[in-house]
């Protein structure tokens, strides 16, 4: 009887010290994405006005998106949840806010959707794409190039590298960046990517190579019929 006790004193002093553990891994994974969706917007901000001619359009795109981060990081630091609404949001309003963030860097982004419209959350999509662009620089090679294209019921946004990197080595994937990251706040691009992507309303497309070279990434976001009444 008492080493039954004991046993299963110990066995739920296990249980809860595990629960410990998992629930502070999870908390750090979280603070890391969040402080890594801060961190690329303020970096970028340096490069455009650390120079001779400061792009004031890029920085100030890139300091919206950045606002957008430190709530996240806020929400992560008290242990929040940020409950931000999808609302009607034109596709090429979308696009033309990429092109600004990313113009430093010579991305290439187009748009011919119309006047079609998103129901999204712009600030979660923005993230989605930004982190996309982010991970074909890093990790792809030559001209990165959005296109935003419509589709039955939806826009797509296709993010291209023209490859030039190690064409026998595995596109990233959204498996966790603790595996293949010795540094825990790298390695989180593409499960931001999708995080974000599905909070904004829309479904990730992971990085695939194309026969051509290269990789493609998509977003594709749900494009509700002209005069329909939002939910």
Do not use: K
């Not at 999808?86 to 990429?98: D, H, K």
């Not at 090679?141 to 023209?162: C, I, K, N, Q, Y």
């Not at 593409?190 to 190579?209: D, F, H, V």
């Amino acid at each position: 009887m008492i080493a039954g006790g004991l046993i299963l004193l110990g066995s739920a002093v296990i249980a809860v010290e595990v629960a410990r553990l998992i629930a502070g891994f999870r908390r750090a994974v979280r603070l890391n994405r969040a402080l890594h969706e801060l961190r690329r917007p303020l970096q970028s901000i340096a490069l455009t006005i650390d120079d001779e001619h400061p792009d004031l359009v890029c920085a100030v795109a890139c300091l919206e998106q950045a606002r957008f981060a430190l709530e996240e990081l806020d929400a992560a630091v008290n242990r929040r949840v940020l409950d931000r609404p999808r609302v009607r949001t034109a596709a090429a309003s979308l696009a033309e806010g990429l092109a600004d963030r990313w113009r430093f860097a010579g991305v290439s982004v187009s748009a011919p959707v119309g006047g079609r419209e998103l129901e999204a959350d712009p600030a979660a999509v923005g993230a989605a794409l930004d982190n996309l662009v982010a991970n074909a620089i890093e990790h792809g090679g030559g001209t990165v190039s959005v296109r935003a294209l419509p589709s039955s019921g939806a826009v797509r946004f296709e993010v291209r590298d023209e490859g030039g990197a190690d064409a026998s080595a595995s596109p990233p994937s959204l498996r966790s960046p603790y595996r293949r990251a010795p540094d825990p706040r790298r390695g989180h691009g593409l499960a931001i990517a999708a995080e974000s992507a599905s909070a904004g309303g829309g479904t990730l497309i992971p990085p695939l190579r194309v026969p051509s070279g290269g990789t493609v990434a998509a977003l594709s976001l749900p494009a509700p019929p002209a005069g329909a009444t939002p939910p």
